[in-house]
């Protein structure tokens, strides 16, 4: 079963006194100050990670030479395998794959403007 997504808009003040009553709030509350806290918690360890495979690279003595292994752990957000090949491709795809997107854009809207 998929779940339905949950909107990201900001509540406004109002709705959120109109629409919950005070345990609620409270709950809310406590629960969002937690979640910061993991959230920097968890960003505190990517840091981390970055200093330990920068330190790697320094032993090594050249940037980009150490294939890192994929995590042992799965990380909420990224699948490991597109990970392990997106690592490989990242910064080359991400310009390729921009500039070509953004040619037929405009050559489908010129075709559209001819047909009209």
């Known amino acids: 079963m998929a779940k339905n997504p949950i909107s990201t808009a900001p509540l406004s003040f109002v709705e959120i006194v ?7 709030i409270k709950a809310a509350y406590d629960a969002r100050v937690k979640v910061d806290g993991l959230l920097a918690e968890r960003e505190a360890a990517y840091r981390k ?3 330990l495979e920068q330190q790697v690279e320094t032993v090594i003595g050249e ?3 150490f294939v890192f292994p994929e ?5 909420a957000g990224f699948n490991a395998k597109p990970a392990a090949s997106a690592s490989s491709n990242k910064k080359p795809a991400a310009p390729k794959a921009a500039a070509p997107s953004a040619e037929p854009a405009a050559e489908d809207d ?7």
């Open 18 to 24: 109109m629409r919950a009553d005070a345990e609620t």
């Open 49 to 51: 990670i970055a200093e």
């Open 63 to 65: 940037q980009g030479v």
């Open 71 to 75: 995590p042992p752990l799965p990380v």
């Open 110 to 116: 010129v075709k559209k403007d001819e047909n009209e």
